[in-house]
């Protein structure tokens, strides 16, 4: 696991545990709760996406310079025979 998701975590784990500590009605602790782990998913999801959306535009970028390299091998393979 690196870095970054070991933090994410302890914050995580360090919120929900000063949520569950405090002083507040079981209706406030339960919202509270809810209200974290749904923008800690929220975050994790749009970093996913970012990342996804980072591989696919490399991916691409790849996927173009595979094809530029194929077609100058082919011409110089072409100009080699004649």
């Known amino acids: 696991m690196d870095r970054k998701a070991e933090v ?11 949520v569950l500590l405090a002083p507040a009605s079981g209706k406030e602790t339960r919202k509270k709760i809810a209200d974290t782990a749904e923008d800690l998913f929220t975050g994790a999801k749009d970093r996913v996406t970012d990342k996804t959306e980072t591989i696919k535009a490399k991916a691409g970028a790849f996927k173009e310079a595979m094809n530029t390299a194929r077609e100058t091998f082919r011409d110089e393979m072409d100009k080699s025979r004649s």
């Open 8 to 18: 994410l975590i302890a914050f995580g784990v360090g919120v929900i545990a000063g």
